[in-house]
């Protein structure tokens, strides 16, 4: 939603995942709304977090936009919750961005001025900030981390022409939440939690991320944005 966002604004985009296939098959398709490339690798290990910020080296000699969106979730009862479930997620959605920012700070520092600085965007979630789990247990955690390295980078980095912050999704349609959406009983669980009664849209979460990636966002800095239709007002 995002990648094909930026690319209809005109950004030349590279996206990564583990799968080569998904990732160039995913290029291939965003590549009929403008420039989209694929560079896959598995970004839960600093080795490959590496490979990527050396292949984009070769590719360009400054990185406007990061934006941190890999990320898992794993469900379980408490009892019965495995510590790979802990592990996996606590490395994709906390260990790795941190990873990428610092690979890439390079790159990110050569595109940054101060009128204009270069943006890093965090997909956190709002299971980061509320207490509702899901029995998402380490998934919830992760995000919750997510929003705290967002103000902490923002803060160390604001130096460097980088400013810092993060998206809050609630609920949008994606592979994440396929067992929501694919599952009548259960969408309708969900969208009774949220008070303007639906889903969020591709192009409003595309929209706000436009928004942090423009000039209107330089003087936004170390930022949790919440975009769930009004869930968090539940308390």
């Known amino acids: 939603m995002i990648s094909v966002a930026l690319i209809k604004a005109g950004a030349k985009v590279y996206i990564s995942s583990r799968s080569q296939e ?11 709304h403008g420039e989209c490339v694929s560079i896959p690798f598995d970004l839960s290990t600093v080795e ?10 070769k590719r360009e000699d400054r990185l406007d936009i990061l934006i941190n969106n890999s990320g898992k979730s794993w469900g ?9 479930g802990w592990d996996d997620v606590m490395t994709l959605n906390v260990k790795s961005p ?10 990110l520092e050569k595109a940054g001025t101060k009128e ?13 900030i509320i207490s509702t789990t899901q029995s998402a247990y380490s998934y919830m955690a992760s995000k919750a981390a997510i929003n705290h390295l967002t103000k902490g980078l923002a803060k160390d980095l604001v ?20 067992h929501i959406t694919e599952n009548e009983d259960v969408k309708k669980y969900a969208i009774g939690m949220i008070p303007l009664g639906r889903m969020g849209q591709p ?17 936004m800095t170390g930022t949790i944005i919440p975009i769930d239709g009004g869930i968090l007002i539940n308390g």
Not at 48 to 57: G, S, T
Not at 116 to 128: E, F, L, T, Y
Not at 160 to 165: F, Q, T, Y
């Open 22 to 32: 998904t990732c160039d098959a995913t290029a291939a398709e965003l590549s009929d």
């Open 48 to 57: 490959n977090i590496q490979h990527l910020a050396d292949e984009l080296a």
């Open 76 to 84: 379980a009862d408490i009892d019965k919750f495995p510590e790979r």
């Open 98 to 107: 941190f990873y990428l920012v610092q690979r890439l700070l390079p790159l």
């Open 116 to 128: 204009d600085p270069a943006r890093i965007i965090n997909i956190g979630s709002i299971a980061g």
């Open 159 to 178: 130096n460097r022409n980088i400013v810092v912050n993060a998206i809050a999704p609630g609920f949008f349609p994606s592979k994440m939440t396929r």
């Open 203 to 219: 192009e409003e979460i595309g929209s706000l991320a436009i928004f942090l990636c423009s000039k209107p966002s330089a003087y």
